[in-house]
């Protein structure tokens, strides 16, 4: 995971992005970092993507997404 994905999903963590309901918007977020919503989501979805790779141990999976990069 990239450091700026990693920032993402902390800053994205700590906000209560993922809580229910969501302590803060994607948008609120993306602004806060000083990017887009679009680029947000994309580190967003990449490190979650990672983070699930990891927990469901898919070594196939990381490999066809990094050589996607």
Not at 35 to 42: A, E, I
């Amino acid at each position: 995971m990239t450091e700026r994905q990693r920032a993402v999903l902390r800053a994205a963590y700590l906000a209560g992005y993922f809580e229910w309901p969501r302590g803060s918007t994607a948008e609120e977020l993306a602004a806060s970092m000083g990017v887009s919503s679009p680029t947000l989501h994309n580190h967003l979805r990449k490190a979650q993507q990672k983070v699930l790779d990891a927990v469901f141990d898919d070594p196939d999976h990381r490999v066809v997404n990094d050589e996607q990069h």
